[in-house]
């Protein structure tokens, strides 16, 4: 059984979190600039199984998409193009950062590095990929 890997998709920074091989565990992977994303991507399904990704979409409070989706969906499209054997689930990323800048906050991570958004976007990518797998869990 492959991974789940989970992308937090923005214009200028890319936050990805993946699951243990048996699907237990989400954890932090890294985040990368936004233009290296598909180097990254090919080089890590190179190296690790990965079965299915889970995009963060973005969706106002009346359930319509945000407007960061002029962005997600052709990087969907073009993750669809890429990897055609990967299943690709959209997953409503309402509050993950509020949520991950409360977890950094709860850590005990010092002030200078609660401002680093790469860590936010890493950390809002697994919050993404925990609620997705208790989703899959309880339906």
Known sequence: MGRIMSIDYGKKRVGVAVTDPQRIIAQG???????T???FLQKYLAEEEVDEFVVGYPRQ????????????????????KL????????????F???MAHQ????GG??????????LVDKVSA??????????????
């Open 37 to 39: 994303v598909w180097d």
């Open 83 to 94: 990897f055609p054997s990967k299943k690709i689930s959209l997953y409503d990323e309402r």
């Open 126 to 139: 697994t919050i993404i990929l925990q609620s997705y797998m208790e989703q899959v869990k309880n339906n």
């Open 109 to 118: 991570v010092k002030k200078e590095k609660r401002k680093d958004k790469a």
């Open 61 to 80: 409070m009346n359930n319509k998409p945000s407007e960061a989706i002029r962005w997600i969906n052709p990087f969907v499209k073009k993750l669809n």
């Open 29 to 35: 992977l890294t985040t990368v600039p936004a233009h």
């Open 103 to 106: 977890a950094i906050l709860a």
């Open 96 to 98: 993950t950062s509020v």
